[in-house]
C-alpha cells in the first residue's frame, strides 16, 4: 500500500494526506517520485583509453502525481483540489512517501498544478488532480 503525505508547515495547516486505495478524500492514480539525471564531466586522453570523472551533478528531478478527489459534492471536491494546489504550490515542502517496507521523504518545490475538467467525473463528484513537482534529488 502507497501513502503520500504532503507538509503544510508554511501554511499552518495540517498535512495532506493521499492513499493508494479507493476512498473519500484524495486517491492516488500515477505516482512516480522521477529519476535523478546525474550531469558527469569526464576527462578523456588521445593516448589512454576510457576517462576519468572530474566533476558530477545531479539536477532537479521532476516527480509527477495524479489524484482523483472525491469529497461528497463536486463543489466539496473542488475545493479539496484548491486546497491540494495551495500545498503543492508552496516554495519548500515535504512529500513522504509511505510503503510496505518504509518511507522516504522528497524536498520538494513549487508545483505545476492542472485541475482536470472531465464532465464525466465530475457527475460523479471527482475532481482529477495532475502536478509536475520539481524536488532536489536527494533528502
Known amino acids: 500500500m502507497l501513502s503520500l503525505s504532503v507538509s503544510r ?3 499552518g495547516r495540517v ?3 493521499a492513499a493508494d486505495s479507493t476512498q473519500v478524500g484524495a486517491t492516488v492514480m500515477d505516482w512516480s517520485p522521477g529519476l535523478v539525471v546525474r550531469d558527469m564531466t569526464i576527462v578523456k586522453s588521445k ?3 576510457g576517462g576519468v570523472v572530474t566533476h ?3 539536477d532537479i528531478v521532476t516527480m509527477t502525481l495524479s489524484l482523483f478527489l472525491r469529497a461528497g459534492s463536486l463543489t466539496a471536491s473542488r475545493l479539496l483540489a484548491e486546497e491540494w494546489a495551495e ?3 508552496q516554495l519548500d515542502y515535504t512529500i513522504t512517501e509511505t510503503l510496505t517496507a518504509g518511507a522516504r521523504a522528497f524536498a520538494a518545490m513549487p508545483a505545476s498544478v ?3 475538467a ?3 467525473h465530475w457527475r460523479a463528484g471527482i475532481v482529477s488532480v495532475t502536478a509536475s513537482i520539481p524536488r532536489n534529488p536527494w533528502p
Do not use: C, K
Request: cysteine-free.
Open 56 to 58: 558530477s551533478r545531479d
Open 87 to 89: 500545498a503543492l504550490g
Open 9 to 11: 508547515t508554511s501554511l
Open 15 to 17: 498535512p495532506l494526506t
Open 114 to 116: 492542472d485541475i482536470t
Open 47 to 49: 593516448w589512454a583509453d
Open 118 to 120: 472531465n464532465p464525466n
